[in-house]
């Protein structure tokens, strides 16, 4: 059984940092892209970080020089260090993974993700 098990979340103040995980099983790890979303309140899932087994790694502008995606595809886990966090970034943050390892653009895995997890929830305070 294929799962994707996201941890690390919790409160943070403003300025802060935490690091998420996302333990992966019941799949070739090294074979897929696999990246973090988020979600808030009120507002549409949209994509954080997405990486492909080789390490390319795209970001959302908003996270550019604040976040750092990583994989260590020996341990079958996909990392999401998070500094200088800010209340905008609050969100419950999910583990996916595409559909394979290779797709003509960034935007084909964004929207194509096919498994999830279930979520970690961060809290930013002000």
């Known amino acids: 059984e294929e799962r994707l098990v996201e941890s690390g979340g919790g409160l943070v103040q403003g300025g802060g940092s935490l690091r998420l995980s996302c333990a992966a099983s019941?799949?070739?790890?090294?074979?897929?892209?696999i990246g973090w979303f988020r979600q808030a309140p009120t507002r549409a899932r949209e994509g954080v970080a997405i990486s492909r087994s080789d390490g390319s790694t795209w970001y959302e502008d908003s996270v550019k020089g604040r976040f750092t995606l990583s994989r260590d595809n020996a341990k079958n886990t996909l990392y999401l260090q998070m500094d200088s966090l800010k209340p905008e970034d609050a969100a419950v943050y999910y583990c996916?993974?595409?559909?394979?390892?290779?797709?003509?653009?960034?935007?084909?895995?964004?929207?194509?993700?096919?498994?999830w997890g279930r979520g970690t929830l961060v809290t930013v305070s002000s």
């Open positions: 019941g799949f070739t790890f090294g074979d897929y892209a």
């Open positions: 996916a993974r595409a559909p394979s390892n290779y797709a003509s653009s960034w935007t084909v895995f964004y929207y194509g993700m096919t498994s």
